[in-house]
Structure formats: structure tokens, C-alpha cells
């Protein structure tokens, strides 16, 4: 049997292949709740096959949002919808994952298709703001807030909180978004974080954040259900985070209980230079996992299913996440199945376009 297709057990969840729909913003949320957009968005991928989907970065806060169309938890009121979605992915075979995240000083942004620009904190549809530090993401634009000791732990507070309602939801997987140039990877780094407290300056002050959220999400969250945190690897930039550090880290992560290190790079500054090309980010879920034993995601321009059965089998990553192809292809799994041979079973509602002819 294809490696990819092979169940993995974490905790006391088990995958049915090893294929996860990476989180991806669609910024179709009104006040943050979801709507029938993210019912047929995810739900067409849960009926496509996938083994867990994680859905979009969802905003602890109404300040934590990158844009006023972002989802949200920071009420009660946001969990109906998500429950109705949670429950359509696992009647379809799929397990239901979150993304909590904080925005920080990438908040207050367009969407893309309204052209992605900061909204100034006057305007009408923006608001202040925060950061580590007062260091703008792209300079010449309004400064962020450096968060004080009050504002640190509301920030933890919150993620906590929006913890509690993701298990009332029925969420089988937590992932924390500590990459991408948000809040918490705003902490990690120096190029973003210039604190001089207990928040900043050496690598153990700046891990600082991430730890506290982790260890209050664990407060609450089900011992028995799987806690991922997703990291940007390398900042791409010169004296930013590295690749060392994101070892670290993971290591640390480890002994405290995480279980997968989703493995992503870049996004914390504007002068980045990335080296887009297929499966760029892979050898990083590879170091990671090589040298802490940790479970890992692998994570970019992942498109063909052999190239996903390649890093499986040869143990680069535990898991792949697919974003883009799965946006052209909600059923990428069932064609990955048949493309390695591997024996998945289809929906019986679409068991009749199970072969193709050739």
C-alpha cells in the first residue's frame, strides 16, 4: 500500500492517510462567523478525501484579525456555525482540525482582492495594531502598538478562551500559528522583536509568548487530542529567525507535550528572500523531525502524488500539507489514491465516476 494512504495514530486520533488540508484564509466572514461558504469550501474537501483539514487561521480576537472579513472565536456566538461544519467533516470521514491565531501587526489589512493595503487605525474598517515592538511590518506605514504586560496576557487569555470553544465545537486538532510573520513569530524574532523584558533579546526571552500560550491551551485542551504548532523554519532574512533556533524550539515544543511541528518559512518581513520552487520548504520538516524525533508537516508548492508519496515514504515528514492544488482539485486525495494504486474508498454518491476513461 502507498505510504501516503497509510493511517497515522496521534494520540487517540487516528488519520485515515496522511494528506491534511493546510489552513487557508478566505476571508468570507462577516464579524467573524463562518457562513455557508466554509460549509461547501470544507465540506467538498472532506467528501474529497483528505485525512485531516485544518481549517483557516481563525482570529482570537476582533484585533487579531489580518482583515475585517477574517473567521473568528472570540464569542460565543461564532461556535453554531463551526459546529455544523465540524460535524458534516467527521460524518464524511474526515478528522476537523483549527488554527488559532493573532494577527499582530499584519492585522488591520484588505483583503486580497480589495488589495491587501494596511487600513489605518481612523479609518473605518480598521483598528490599532500590536505588536512586540513599535516596528511597522512594511515601513512608512501607521506603527504598531508594543503590547505591555496587560495586553500579553490578554493575548493569552484569549487564545485560551477561544481553546475552550473549539472543544465545545467537537475540534479533534489544535494547531497554534506561530508563523507567517504573525504575532506569536513576531515574538520569535529579532528582526520584529526588540524587547529588552522577559518578552525579548535572548532566544529563551523570545520563546517566551509561545510557551505560555502553549502551556495555557494545555490547560484546558484534551490530553488525549493532538496539539500542533506551525512555525516559519527561517525568516529568509538575515539576522531573523534560522533554522537553528526552529530546532531549538521544536525540541522544547517536544518536551512539553506538542505532538507535529508544522513546518512553513518566511512571511515576517517585507525584504524576504525566498526561493520558491517545488517542495522548497521539505528539507526543514526533514531537520526537524531528524534531529528531535518530533512528528512533522511538510508544507509547500506540494502538487504531484508522488512527489507527496516520495517524502512519506522516505520519512521527510509525517504528514504533507496541500493548499493551492487543493483549491484546483477539492479531490485531490481520491486522484492521488488512484494515481499510487492505493485502495480509498470513494463517496457512495460519487462511486460511479470512480475510474476515468482514458
Known sequence: MAELFKPIKIKSIELKNRIVISPMCEYSSTDGFA????????????????????????????????????????????????????????????????????????????????????????????????????????????????????????????????????????????????????????????????????????????????????AEVQEIWPKDLPLFVRISATDWADGGWNPEESVKLSAILKEKGVDLIDCSTGGLVSWQKIPVGPGFQIPFAEQIKSETGILTGAVGLLTEAEQMEEIIASGKADLVLIARESLRDPYFPLHAAQALGADVKWPVQYERAKYQHK
Open 35 to 214: 457562513n455557508d461558504w466554509h460549509l461547501v469550501h470544507l465540506g467538498s474537501r472532506a467528501v474529497g478525501g483528505a485525512g485531516l483539514i485544518i481549517i483557516e487561521a481563525t482570529a482570537v480576537s476582533p484585533e487579531a484579525r489580518i482583515t475585517p472579513d477574517d473567521l473568528g472565536l472570540w464569542k460565543d456566538e461564532h461556535i453554531a456555525e463551526l459546529k455544523k461544519i465540524v460535524g458534516f467533516i467527521h460524518a464524511n470521514g474526515s478528522i476537523a482540525g483549527i488554527q488559532l491565531a493573532h494577527a499582530g501587526r499584519k492585522a488591520s489589512h484588505e483583503s486580497p482582492w480589495k488589495g491587501g493595503e494596511l487600513i489605518h487605525s481612523k479609518a473605518p474598517e480598521g483598528w490599532q495594531t500590536v505588536a512586540p515592538s513599535a516596528i511597522p511590518y512594511k515601513e512608512g506605514t501607521e506603527l504598531p502598538i508594543a503590547l505591555d504586560e496587560g495586553g500579553i496576557t490578554k493575548v493569552i487569555n484569549d487564545f485560551k478562551e477561544a481553546t475552550r470553544r473549539s472543544i465545545e465545537i467537537g475540534f479533534k486538532v489544535m494547531e497554534l500559528h506561530a508563523a507567517h510573520g504573525y504575532l506569536l513569530h513576531q515574538f520569535l524574532s529579532p528582526l520584529s522583536n526588540e524587547r529588552t523584558d522577559q518578552y525579548g533579546g535572548s532566544f529563551e526571552n523570545r520563546i517566551r509568548l509561545l510557551l505560555e500560550v502553549t
